[in-house]
Nanobody, 116 residues
């Protein structure tokens, strides 16, 4: 059973930065695509960024140019570097991993709040 544990969320002022981390266990990390989703109050969950096993990345339009997803297979860890944060980035951020052509595994989520 794959387990995902996120860390790095918190309160940050607009324009600030945060780096989220997610450590995976219970699977073959290097062979699976990983992603970061988020859900803001009253909104649907959305995919923010994803990275394939080969390192190819994709981003939501709202994240392009500000967020960077990366992975360290030696540490079974995926990161989300978030810069130039805006109040609309406030959400619970979830680490996810791909299996059976879907985002099958989810972490417990970490809260990111962007506010002055």
């Amino acid at each position: 059973q794959v387990q995902l544990v996120e860390s790095g969320g918190g309160l940050v002022q607009p324009g600030g930065s945060l780096r989220l981390s997610c450590v995976a266990s219970g699977g073959i990390f290097s062979r699976v695509a990983m992603g970061w989703h988020r859900q803001a109050p009253g909104k649907e969950r959305e995919l923010v960024a994803a990275i394939t096993s080969g390192g190819k990345t994709t981003y939501a339009e709202s994240a392009k140019g500000r967020f960077t997803i990366s992975r360290d297979n030696a540490k079974n860890t995926v990161y989300l570097q978030m810069n130039s944060l805006k109040p609309e980035d406030t959400a619970v951020y979830y680490c996810t991993s791909r299996a059976d052509w879907r985002w099958a595994y989810w972490g417990q989520g970490t809260q990111v709040t962007v506010s002055s």
